[in-house]
């Protein structure tokens, strides 16, 4: 870990739950903790991320924050018909 901040946190967790972790820990040879913030970390950077972007979004559409989306397709159609042309001019 970058940072040397640490928190104390106790969960509840199934055993069986526990017992993954340990047999995990077992094979790396590393402590239920280390595999642990592994776990999560992951999560982090995969769901939760995608969480914080979610949630990102809908507080930018709260404030109003958006583009009309007939804007953005025509924006999209112009993008599309200029290359169109652009490669016909080199085939040609």
Same mark, same amino acid.
Do not use: C, H
């Given at each position: 870990?970058?940072?040397?901040?640490?928190?104390?946190? @106790?969960?509840? =967790?199934? %055993?069986?739950?526990?017992?993954?972790?340990?047999?995990?820990? *077992?094979?790396? #040879?590393? +402590? $239920?903790?280390?595999?642990?913030?592994?776990?999560? @970390?992951?999560? =982090?950077? %995969?769901?939760?991320?995608?969480v914080l972007r979610?949630?990102? *979004?809908?507080? #930018?559409? +709260? $404030?109003?924050?958006?583009?009309?989306?007939?804007?953005?397709?025509?924006?999209?159609?112009?993008i599309v018909d200029?290359a169109e042309y652009?490669? *016909?001019?080199?085939?040609?």
């Amino acid at each position: 870990m970058l940072n040397s901040e640490k928190s104390q946190v @106790s969960l509840r =967790l199934p %055993t069986r739950l526990v017992s993954e972790f340990d047999r995990i820990a *077992g094979i790396l #040879e590393r +402590d $239920r903790t280390w595999v642990m913030q592994k776990a999560l @970390s992951q999560y =982090l950077a %995969t769901e939760g991320a995608e969480v914080l972007r979610d949630a990102q *979004g809908l507080d #930018e559409l +709260d $404030r109003g924050d958006s583009v009309d989306l007939e804007d953005v397709l025509e924006k999209a159609r112009t993008i599309v018909d200029a290359a169109e042309y652009r490669r *016909g001019m080199r085939v040609g």
